[in-house]
């Protein structure tokens, strides 16, 4: 059972332009839900996260989204930078164990 | 700047083996989870050690066991290897689990090792 899932292996985006990741759950116990970010021979490296309690939060460039209604949150990043080209990994947390999607990798083309 | 570390990069075993992989925990950090990520899959939860006693464990068999010791360090152990247990197996390190959420608790990744069973 497949309980955070991200539907979109791939996103292409040009420089400049918003990137929109997605990113769907099915538990409604998840506390805590974070966006980790992940280049080849490295491990995941936390981007940032969001508290069940609220809707949005924002890092510089990167903005998180949930809808709780909806058990859908969504990751913007802009402008987008050819940097943030790798794999991005939505996790729910519940007790701080993590569950991570499936990911999706997000090409920044120039 | 992590500072978790893991050994062996990657590892070739046969079926029936054993084989334990190592992490060093960075300094501080009381909390260890560990990872397995098949090709193409999210990374999935095997177990949580905290303060050297198991902490929560994921949907895996009894033969994948664990141990934390006083100085940072941890280990997976798999027994009887199965072909499907090829993959990259990542451990975390956060601080004590126990203090706030995750979100003031990041969890610091190392770069896994990738254990291939023939």
């Known amino acids: 059972d497949q309980q955070v899932k991200q539907n979109s292996p791939s996103l292409s985006v040009q420089e400049g332009r918003i990137s929109i990741l997605n990113c769907d759950y099915t538990n409604s116990m998840f506390d805590y839900f974070l966006w980790y970010k992940k280049y080849p021979a490295e491990g995941p490296t936390f981007l940032i996260s969001i508290s069940s309690i609220k809707d949005k939060n924002e890092d510089g460039r990167f903005t998180v989204f949930l809808n709780k209604s909806a058990k859908h949150l969504s990751l913007h990043i802009v402008p987008s930078q050819p940097g943030d080209s790798a794999v991005y990994f939505c996790?729910?947390?519940?007790?701080?164990?993590?569950?991570f999607g499936t990911g999706t990798r997000l090409t920044i083309i120039p | 700047e992590t500072g978790v570390t893991q050994s062996p990069t990657h590892l070739i075993k046969t079926r029936g083996q054993q084989v334990t992989l190592r992490c060093s925990s960075q300094s501080g950090h009381n909390t260890v989870s560990w990872y397995q990520q098949a090709l193409g899959q999210g990374p999935q939860f095997i177990f949580q050690y905290y303060r050297e006693e198991e902490n929560g464990r994921g949907n895996f068999p009894p033969r994948f066991s664990g141990l934390q010791f006083p100085n940072y360090s941890s280990e997976l152990n798999v027994n009887a290897l199965e072909l499907d247990d090829s993959a990259l197996y990542l451990c975390?390190?956060?601080?004590?689990?126990?203090?706030?959420?995750?979100?003031?608790?990041?969890?610091?990744f190392g770069p896994g090792t990738r254990l291939t069973v023939l």
């Open positions: 996790a729910a947390s519940r007790n701080e164990k993590l569950t």
């Open positions: 975390a390190s956060s601080l004590d689990w126990t203090s706030g959420g995750i979100g003031d608790n990041e969890q610091f």
